[in-house]
């Protein structure tokens, strides 16, 4: 056989696999897939494994988000306990009451509040509200329904109180403080205003009105019926007053303004004494001080007879005076008091001073 065929034979017989080859080849492809195979269950197990963390990971915040929560709800249970605790010791020292009742429109109400300010209101409601504080004490607040008592725990102080009530219109009112103010507004029934050394502010009042202050001052803004005002040492003002007037204070002022009465009596010791208002056919009249001055202002028509004195004064008056019989003016140096007519009423107008002057004005002039 030539050369170049054998060599062929040759590289063909190399070139042909073997029966032991084949084999060897298909238990490496069968080794790659079993360690594929392993490679990915062990690549699902670290998965598995992953996710197993991640789900206990957030389990265990959740679980502490939970025990945060019940902390905080706990510490807020606390927090509210004290603070109610805080509030219960509070009310021990301080009193306060926000309370409504049902309440008679001509019932009787009793107001008391010996170290703090009143103030009373009165509606067209048949009910009373009631709202009233105390820095130091306990409140009593007791009601039948046609009676009805505020004031200071029984043998409990009362400082720096305020007690505020809206009232029916119609009650029968005794309020009284010591040291505070008091505010009384449109109460018609009877009203009796009581203070020691606080002002007292009445409006809009009803039927009869008693006041009385130790060492505040009064001032009265509408009455329709009688006013029986009284200050130790207090000046007192009355406005729009449409009944009887006796008002009497030792060392402060009167001021009467837009007075209709038929019965008044002022008197002061030791201040200045103003009447505006109109003059009733037999109507009396009394204004006396002891060393302040007089001041009347009258309609141009009035009618009435006048008596004006003073000791250590002056008489001026805007209207002619016509002496009646008896009239007589000393001099300066003695006490000077005049006696006369004015127009046609029977009214009688006296006005007496010690040391001040007497002055009369017509309506619209000084």
């Known amino acids: 056989m030539p050369r170049p065929i054998v060599l062929l034979l040759a590289a063909l017989a190399l070139a042909a696999p073997t029966p032991g080859s084949a084999q060897s080849t298909a238990a490496e492809r069968e080794q790659e897939r079993v360690e594929r195979a392993r490679e990915q269950e062990q690549e699902r197990v670290e998965r598995a494994r992953e996710l197993e963390r991640d789900r206990r990971e957030r389990e265990r915040e959740r679980a502490q988000e939970r025990a945060e929560r019940v902390r905080e709800q706990a510490e807020e249970r606390r927090e509210r306990e004290r603070e109610r605790e805080q509030e219960r010791r509070e009310r021990e020292i301080a009193g306060a009451l926000d309370t409504t009742v049902t309440f008679d429109a001509r019932g009787t109400v009793n107001v008391s509040c010996p170290g703090g300010d009143v103030v009373v209101t009165g509606t067209d409601r048949n009910q009373i509200v009631v709202k009233a504080r105390t820095e130091r004490g306990a409140i009593r607040f007791v009601s039948s329904g046609t009676t009805a008592t505020l004031e200071p725990a029984a043998n409990r102080g009362c400082s720096d109180a305020h007690f505020e009530l809206s009232v029916p219109a119609g009650v029968h009112l005794v309020a009284s403080t010591w040291s505070g103010s008091l505010i009384v507004r449109g109460v018609h029934g009877d009203v009796e205003a009581h ?165 009369l004005s017509s309506t619209g002039q000084r």
């Open 195 to 359: 203070a020691q050394s606080g002002d007292i502010d009445v409006s809009d009042a009803g039927d009869n009105l008693e006041v009385e202050t130790l060492s505040g001052d009064i001032t009265v803004e509408g009455v329709r019926g009688a006013a029986n005002i009284h200050s130790l040492s207090g000046d007192v003002s009355l406005n729009r007053a449409r009944g009887d007037v006796d008002v009497e204070t030792v060392s402060g002022e009167i001021g009467l303004q837009d007075v209709v009465a038929k019965q008044i009596r002022a008197h002061s010791t030791s201040g200045d004494l103003e009447f505006a208002g109109t003059i009733l056919s037999a109507g009396r009249y009394e204004f006396t001080t002891h060393s302040g001055e007089i001041r009347l202002t009258l309609p141009a028509n009035v009618g009435a007879q006048l008596s004006l004195s003073t000791f250590s004064g002056e008489i001026d008056s805007a209207f002619p005076i016509t002496l009646t019989p008896g009239a007589h003016g000393i001099g300066a140096s003695q006490a000077k008091k005049l006696n006369f007519s004015l127009g046609q009423g029977s009214a009688r107008i006296m006005a007496e001073t010690f040391s001040g002057d007497v002055t």
